[in-house]
């Protein structure tokens, strides 16, 4: 079932699939979306952290729930363009994935890591600059 629905999100990301390799080609942009999202979201993070951890006052250790949602934003717009970066690299990328799936690769890296940041968000003093 979970390959089935892989399968279809695969399908859905790419625009040509006359290629032989087309599936093996979409498959490599379904992984290469999931790990750009998910070391965005672990950079993004220690980023934070590492700012957070600097501030001399305890009232600027916490962040409000806005500025919480523009950082994480911001770094979804950089999160974009290593995507494109990534799509531009590679000739299989631009020929079977296709401008449509590029902008579909950016969409689901971009929930991907919005996801990722909610969750990371859960845990510890983090949790109350989105939560509360």
Do not use: C
Not at 68 to 95: A, P
């Amino acid at each position: 079932m979970a390959l089935q629905g892989l399968s279809s999100i695969t399908d859905w990301l790419i625009t040509n699939n006359q290629p032989n390799n087309y599936d093996e080609v979409a498959r490599d942009w379904l992984i290469a979306l999931v790990v750009i999202a998910a070391a965005w979201a672990l950079v993004a993070f220690a980023f934070k952290w590492l700012i957070k951890s600097q501030a001399k006052l305890p009232k600027n250790k916490i962040w409000g729930r806005t500025k919480t949602i523009v950082y994480i934003l911001v770094v979804t717009v950089l999160l974009g363009i290593t995507v494109s970066i990534v799509y531009k690299s590679s000739l299989d990328f631009i020929f079977i994935v296709g401008l449509p799936g590029l902008f579909k690769g950016i969409f689901v890296a971009a929930v991907v890591y919005i996801i990722l940041m909610l969750i990371f968000h859960l845990f510890g003093d983090s949790r109350r600059d989105v939560y509360y």
